[in-house]
Nanobody
Framework: EVQLVESGGGLVQAGGSLRLSCTAS????????IGWFRQAPGKEREEISC?????????YADSEKGRRFIVSSDNAKTTVYLQMNNLTPEDTAVYYC?????????????????WGKGTLVTVSS
């Protein structure tokens, strides 16, 4: 059974950093694409990045996210990280990881097959 667990969320001041983790339970990220998403109150879920494990390549939804957020994986391919820097109150949201087989999807959240339950990030001003 594919299970994903996010961790690392919390309260941080504006300008600070957090590193989120997405851990695979019962499988490894071999042959999977791992997406990071977030959903702020009252807003739609938006994509942050997608990491293709086999290629060890990360794609970012836009250049602004590419400047402040960095995706990486451990060598065992059981955990994918989202390093978030220079956080602002606008980054406050529940952050989710999700997976699908092999390649990143052009369909955003709708293209993902399995989801974690999310971790809350709150950025204070």
């Amino acid at each position: 059974e594919v299970q994903l667990v996010e961790s690392g969320g919390g309260l941080v001041q504006a300008g600070g950093s957090l590193r989120l983790s997405c851990t695979a339970s019962g499988f490894t990220f071999d042959d999977y694409a791992i997406g990071w998403f977030r959903q702020a109150p009252g807003k739609e879920r938006e994509e942050i990045s997608c990491f293709e494990s086999n290629k060890n390549i990360a794609y970012y939804a836009d250049s602004e996210k590419g400047r402040r957020f960095i995706v990486s994986s451990d060598n065992a391919k059981t955990t994918v990280y989202l390093q978030m820097n220079n956080l602002t109150p606008e980054d406050t949201a529940v952050y989710y990881c999700a997976v699908r087989r092999y390649y990143c999807s052009a369909y955003g959240p709708r293209g993902m097959d399995y989801w974690g339950k999310g971790t809350l990030v709150t950025v204070s001003s």
